[in-house]
T-cell receptor
Framework: EAGVTQFPSHSVIEKGQTVTLRCDPISGHDNLYWYRRVMGKEIKFLLHFVKESKQDESGMPNNRFLAERTGGTYSTLKVQPAELEDSGVYFC?????????????FGPGTRLLVL | GDSVTQMEGPVTLSEEAFLTINCTYTATGYPSLFWYVQYPGEGLQLLLKATKADDKGSNKGFEATYRKETTSFHLEKGSVQVSDSAVYFCALSPAGAGGTSYGKLTFGQGTILTVHP
Protein backbone atom coordinates (compact mmCIF):
# COMPACT_ATOMS: atom_id res chain seq x y z
CA GLU A 1 0.00 0.00 0.00
CA ALA A 2 1.42 3.37 -1.00
CA GLY A 3 1.99 5.88 1.78
CA VAL A 4 1.22 9.56 1.90
CA THR A 5 3.05 11.41 -0.83
CA GLN A 6 3.85 15.10 -1.09
CA PHE A 7 5.06 17.25 -3.94
CA PRO A 8 7.39 19.01 -4.33
CA SER A 9 9.94 17.78 -1.84
CA HIS A 10 11.65 21.18 -1.85
CA SER A 11 10.67 24.63 -3.04
CA VAL A 12 12.67 27.84 -3.03
CA ILE A 13 10.75 30.99 -3.94
CA GLU A 14 11.06 34.72 -3.50
CA LYS A 15 8.93 36.79 -1.20
CA GLY A 16 5.70 37.74 -2.91
CA GLN A 17 5.56 34.71 -5.16
CA THR A 18 2.97 31.96 -5.04
CA VAL A 19 3.61 28.34 -4.18
CA THR A 20 1.25 25.37 -4.28
CA LEU A 21 1.96 22.23 -2.28
CA ARG A 22 0.24 18.95 -3.03
CA CYS A 23 -0.58 15.99 -0.83
CA ASP A 24 -1.87 12.58 -1.91
CA PRO A 25 -3.25 10.66 1.08
CA ILE A 26 -3.36 6.92 1.54
CA SER A 27 -6.15 5.53 -0.59
CA GLY A 28 -9.41 5.28 1.32
CA HIS A 29 -8.42 7.69 4.07
CA ASP A 30 -11.16 10.24 4.61
CA ASN A 31 -9.15 12.41 7.00
CA LEU A 32 -6.40 14.64 5.68
CA TYR A 33 -4.35 17.02 7.82
CA TRP A 34 -1.82 19.74 7.10
CA TYR A 35 0.87 20.65 9.62
CA ARG A 36 3.87 22.96 9.57
CA ARG A 37 7.21 23.00 11.36
CA VAL A 38 8.96 26.35 11.36
CA MET A 39 12.67 26.79 12.17
CA GLY A 40 13.12 23.73 14.41
CA LYS A 41 10.13 24.54 16.56
CA GLU A 42 7.22 22.25 17.28
CA ILE A 43 5.04 20.89 14.51
CA LYS A 44 1.81 22.88 14.42
CA PHE A 45 -1.58 21.95 13.07
CA LEU A 46 -2.94 23.96 10.14
CA LEU A 47 -6.18 22.30 9.11
CA HIS A 48 -8.19 19.10 8.82
CA PHE A 49 -10.33 17.80 5.97
CA VAL A 50 -12.92 15.09 6.22
CA LYS A 51 -13.39 14.02 2.63
CA GLU A 52 -13.78 17.34 0.78
CA SER A 53 -15.04 19.37 3.76
CA LYS A 54 -12.94 21.49 6.09
CA GLN A 55 -13.52 20.04 9.55
CA ASP A 56 -11.15 22.34 11.41
CA GLU A 57 -9.12 25.21 9.99
CA SER A 58 -8.30 26.87 13.27
CA GLY A 59 -4.56 26.57 12.68
CA MET A 60 -4.41 28.45 9.39
CA PRO A 61 -2.18 31.45 10.08
CA ASN A 62 -3.87 34.01 7.81
CA ASN A 63 -5.77 34.45 4.57
CA ARG A 64 -2.64 34.06 2.46
CA PHE A 65 -3.06 30.32 2.94
CA LEU A 66 -5.72 28.47 0.96
CA ALA A 67 -6.30 24.73 1.19
CA GLU A 68 -8.52 22.66 -1.03
CA ARG A 69 -9.47 19.04 -1.36
CA THR A 70 -11.63 18.75 -4.41
CA GLY A 71 -13.35 15.40 -4.73
CA GLY A 72 -12.07 14.28 -1.38
CA THR A 73 -8.86 12.81 -2.74
CA TYR A 74 -5.65 14.82 -3.00
CA SER A 75 -5.27 18.22 -1.37
CA THR A 76 -3.42 21.39 -2.26
CA LEU A 77 -2.14 24.15 -0.01
CA LYS A 78 -1.48 27.45 -1.72
CA VAL A 79 0.49 30.29 -0.20
CA GLN A 80 -0.10 33.61 -1.95
CA PRO A 81 1.81 35.85 -1.60
CA ALA A 82 4.55 34.06 0.30
CA GLU A 83 6.35 35.85 3.14
CA LEU A 84 9.69 35.09 4.77
CA GLU A 85 8.03 33.66 7.89
CA ASP A 86 6.28 31.02 5.79
CA SER A 87 9.54 29.12 5.43
CA GLY A 88 9.47 25.71 7.04
CA VAL A 89 8.52 22.11 6.47
CA TYR A 90 4.90 21.41 5.55
CA PHE A 91 3.66 17.96 6.45
CA CYS A 92 0.54 16.22 5.30
CA UNK A 93 -1.03 13.30 7.15
CA UNK A 94 -3.99 11.05 6.48
CA UNK A 95 -6.02 8.66 8.57
CA UNK A 96 -9.02 6.41 8.70
CA UNK A 97 -10.91 6.45 11.96
CA UNK A 98 -11.78 2.97 13.16
CA UNK A 99 -13.38 1.89 16.39
CA UNK A 100 -13.08 5.34 17.89
CA UNK A 101 -9.33 5.43 17.38
CA UNK A 102 -7.24 7.14 14.79
CA UNK A 103 -3.60 6.93 13.74
CA UNK A 104 -2.26 9.60 11.42
CA UNK A 105 0.28 8.60 8.78
CA PHE A 106 2.60 11.33 7.60
CA GLY A 107 4.16 12.18 4.29
CA PRO A 108 7.83 13.12 3.88
CA GLY A 109 7.08 16.84 3.95
CA THR A 110 7.73 19.76 1.61
CA ARG A 111 10.61 22.01 2.58
CA LEU A 112 9.70 25.58 1.67
CA LEU A 113 12.24 28.37 1.70
CA VAL A 114 11.08 31.92 1.04
CA LEU A 115 13.90 34.34 0.23
CA GLY B 1 -5.58 24.33 25.35
CA ASP B 2 -3.67 21.10 24.92
CA SER B 3 0.10 21.17 25.13
CA VAL B 4 3.07 18.80 25.07
CA THR B 5 6.46 19.45 26.64
CA GLN B 6 9.52 17.41 25.75
CA MET B 7 12.92 17.47 27.34
CA GLU B 8 15.23 19.79 25.52
CA GLY B 9 17.97 18.31 23.40
CA PRO B 10 20.08 17.54 21.70
CA VAL B 11 20.81 14.24 23.37
CA THR B 12 24.11 12.53 22.57
CA LEU B 13 24.76 8.96 23.66
CA SER B 14 27.20 6.17 23.02
CA GLU B 15 25.98 2.97 21.43
CA GLU B 16 24.32 0.57 23.92
CA ALA B 17 23.55 3.37 26.39
CA PHE B 18 20.15 3.70 28.05
CA LEU B 19 17.84 6.32 26.60
CA THR B 20 15.11 8.34 28.26
CA ILE B 21 13.32 11.24 26.57
CA ASN B 22 10.84 12.89 28.89
CA CYS B 23 7.41 13.97 27.71
CA THR B 24 4.62 15.54 29.75
CA TYR B 25 1.29 16.81 28.55
CA THR B 26 -1.63 19.03 29.46
CA ALA B 27 -5.06 18.02 28.18
CA THR B 28 -8.57 17.34 29.32
CA GLY B 29 -9.87 13.82 29.66
CA TYR B 30 -7.92 10.91 28.24
CA PRO B 31 -6.10 11.87 25.07
CA SER B 32 -4.22 9.33 22.97
CA LEU B 33 -0.45 9.66 23.18
CA PHE B 34 2.10 9.04 20.45
CA TRP B 35 5.80 9.03 19.75
CA TYR B 36 6.79 9.83 16.19
CA VAL B 37 10.33 9.60 14.80
CA GLN B 38 11.94 11.43 11.89
CA TYR B 39 15.09 9.82 10.53
CA PRO B 40 17.50 12.01 8.53
CA GLY B 41 16.04 12.89 5.14
CA GLU B 42 12.75 11.15 5.81
CA GLY B 43 9.24 12.01 6.98
CA LEU B 44 7.57 11.36 10.30
CA GLN B 45 6.94 7.74 11.21
CA LEU B 46 4.75 6.49 14.01
CA LEU B 47 7.00 4.78 16.55
CA LEU B 48 4.46 3.76 19.20
CA LYS B 49 1.22 4.84 20.80
CA ALA B 50 -0.99 4.37 23.86
CA THR B 51 -4.68 5.14 24.03
CA LYS B 52 -5.56 4.79 27.71
CA ALA B 53 -4.03 5.15 31.13
CA ASP B 54 -1.40 2.54 32.10
CA ASP B 55 -1.15 1.30 28.51
CA LYS B 56 2.40 0.61 27.37
CA GLY B 57 3.28 1.21 23.76
CA SER B 58 6.33 -0.56 22.35
CA ASN B 59 8.16 -0.94 19.05
CA LYS B 60 11.74 -1.57 17.89
CA GLY B 61 12.94 -1.88 21.48
CA PHE B 62 11.41 1.47 22.46
CA GLU B 63 8.64 1.70 25.01
CA ALA B 64 6.54 4.33 26.75
CA THR B 65 3.86 4.05 29.42
CA TYR B 66 0.79 6.31 29.62
CA ARG B 67 0.87 7.73 33.16
CA LYS B 68 -2.31 9.66 33.90
CA GLU B 69 -1.27 10.53 37.45
CA THR B 70 1.88 12.30 36.29
CA THR B 71 0.53 13.25 32.82
CA SER B 72 3.64 11.74 31.28
CA PHE B 73 4.63 9.48 28.39
CA HIS B 74 8.39 9.12 28.64
CA LEU B 75 10.21 7.26 25.86
CA GLU B 76 12.81 4.67 26.88
CA LYS B 77 15.15 2.22 25.22
CA GLY B 78 17.53 -0.04 27.03
CA SER B 79 20.33 -0.08 24.48
CA VAL B 80 20.46 2.46 21.67
CA GLN B 81 22.10 1.90 18.30
CA VAL B 82 23.65 4.31 15.84
CA SER B 83 20.64 3.73 13.60
CA ASP B 84 18.39 5.25 16.29
CA SER B 85 19.84 8.69 15.58
CA ALA B 86 16.83 10.80 14.63
CA VAL B 87 14.43 13.47 15.88
CA TYR B 88 11.76 12.18 18.27
CA PHE B 89 8.39 13.90 18.71
CA CYS B 90 5.87 13.32 21.46
CA ALA B 91 2.28 14.10 20.49
CA LEU B 92 -1.30 13.80 21.68
CA SER B 93 -4.69 13.70 20.04
CA PRO B 94 -7.67 15.03 21.94
CA ALA B 95 -10.09 12.89 23.88
CA GLY B 96 -13.54 12.67 22.38
CA ALA B 97 -16.90 11.40 23.53
CA GLY B 98 -17.21 7.79 24.62
CA GLY B 99 -13.50 7.16 24.93
CA THR B 100 -12.68 8.05 21.36
CA SER B 101 -9.66 10.00 20.25
CA TYR B 102 -9.68 11.91 17.04
CA GLY B 103 -8.46 15.06 15.45
CA LYS B 104 -5.48 17.35 15.27
CA LEU B 105 -2.25 16.29 16.90
CA THR B 106 -0.47 18.57 19.34
CA PHE B 107 3.30 18.03 19.22
CA GLY B 108 6.21 18.69 21.49
CA GLN B 109 9.18 20.58 20.10
CA GLY B 110 11.14 17.47 19.18
CA THR B 111 14.33 15.99 20.64
CA ILE B 112 17.37 15.38 18.48
CA LEU B 113 19.11 12.12 19.40
CA THR B 114 22.62 11.36 18.17
CA VAL B 115 24.16 7.98 18.93
CA HIS B 116 27.92 7.53 18.48
CA PRO B 117 29.62 4.18 17.88
Amino acid sequence: EAGVTQFPSHSVIEKGQTVTLRCDPISGHDNLYWYRRVMGKEIKFLLHFVKESKQDESGMPNNRFLAERTGGTYSTLKVQPAELEDSGVYFCASSHQEGGEETQYFGPGTRLLVL
Amino acid sequence: GDSVTQMEGPVTLSEEAFLTINCTYTATGYPSLFWYVQYPGEGLQLLLKATKADDKGSNKGFEATYRKETTSFHLEKGSVQVSDSAVYFCALSPAGAGGTSYGKLTFGQGTILTVHP
